[in-house]
């Protein structure tokens, strides 16, 4: 028996329900690859908060809260989630995959909230069904539920994959003889694999890039892609920061474009203390590094180069938690299931003994 068919439902190398139980609390599944920061964790008084920030819709400052990411003026930091479905795969196990599709556009909206991220619309849903409903006919497949058996690897976002991962938890309740396996090594690593035809499914949080199309048109690999929800991006500081409430899109572009030569916060602001600010944000792996990139700075892959970055959001909170003076960005469901409300009181944060599942 390999190690990977050693347990029922895997995520990163771990059980999916051993994943959540170490987290201990509901919807925690939305810290996808993040057991080493709950796992034996000692609370501290540390805390953040999240950040207002201008909208270019209306010019005012908003927090991403639930209402404000679906009426679309927490915009530009909100951005639609994605899977893409490998065709030769479903091809290869058109029961076990094409019934975990349906299964997945089925429950979306539920598999969203219930990680913290935003349900995208009915219509989304409906195309979605009717799409890959037409996927299966051009390949002549009809799936068998009787005959769920295989295994499925799902590479991609870890920012998604909690999203792909309640959808897979719930799968194997209902077909206890299959298998999903969900491993959140960020978009752009996910896509490497997608591309090359290794894995399944892919969690995405922004579409393919034209080069990672065309590495998966040179190997063969022919897929579609389908909305399965929305998130928003957070900025957050340190519970302790009482100068900053809220930040313009062009200060943000101040702090984070190439070369910035922002060094203090009161580099930003005069009335902001003459302290080193500490930046945190995810690492080039990450389809949120390539949309926040993008939006901010103009794009994809532009960004000062002296910030700690990080694959998993939740070493970003800790990071920002342990310094008065810190600064970072992340999607906001890992705040939210850190038991954060955007806007609202800052929230403890707990602090890790176990630095096993660091991202180095």
């Given at each position: ?72 003026v927490y915009s530009p930091l909100t951005r639609p989630l994605f899977i893409y479905v490998n065709h030769a795969s479903l091809e290869e196990k058109p029961d076990t995959l094409g019934t975990f599709v349906r299964h ?137 920061n009482d100068w900053m409430e809220e930040i313009s899109l062009e200060d943000l572009h101040a702090v984070w474009r190439y070369e910035s030569d922002v060094t203090h916060w009161s580099d930003i602001d005069d009335d ?41 959001t939740d070493s970003i909170m800790e990071g920002v938690a342990d310094n008065q003076y810190a600064f970072g960005w992340g999607g906001v469901g890992y705040f939210q299931e850190l038991g954060g409300t955007p806007g ?17």
């Open positions: 028996m390999t190690d990977k068919q050693s347990a029922n439902g895997r995520l990163g190398g771990k059980s999916r329900r051993t994943f959540l139980a170490g987290a201990g609390a509901a919807g925690i599944a939305s810290l996808a690859g993040c057991t080493a920061f709950l796992e034996s964790a000692a609370e501290t008084d540390a805390t953040i908060s999240t950040v207002a920030v201008e909208s270019d819709e209306d010019g005012e400052y908003y927090h991403p809260t639930q209402e404000n990411i679906e009426s679309g997945y556009f089925e429950g979306q909206h539920d598999f969203s909230r219930e990680t913290g991220y935003y349900a995208a619309t009915d219509e989304v849903r409906d195309e979605n069904e009717a799409e890959f409903e037409a996927v299966l006919e051009e390949l002549g497949i009809e799936p068998d539920e009787d005959a769920v058996d295989d295994d499925i690897d799902c590479s991609g976002s870890n920012t998604v994959a909690p999203v792909t991962d309640a959808a897979g938890e719930s799968f194997e309740d209902e077909y206890p003889d299959a298998n999903v396996y969900v491993d959140p090594e960020g978009t752009g690593a996910g896509f490497e694999a997608f591309a090359e035809g290794d894995s399944d499914v892919q969690s995405a949080s922004r579409e393919i890039l034209d080069e990672e199309a065309e590495i998966a048109e040179e190997n063969g690999v022919e897929y579609s892609h389908y909305e399965i929800g929305w998130d928003g991006l957070s900025i957050v500081k340190h519970g302790e902001y203390p003459d302290e080193e600010i500490e930046l945190w944000g995810r690492d080039s792996d990450s389809g949120t590094f390539d949309y926040y990139t993008r939006e901010i700075n103009g794009e994809i892959g532009s960004i000062r180069t002296d910030y700690s970055a990080h694959t998993h609202e009181d800052e929230f403890e944060v707990e602090e890790s003994d176990d630095e096993s599942g660091d991202d180095e």
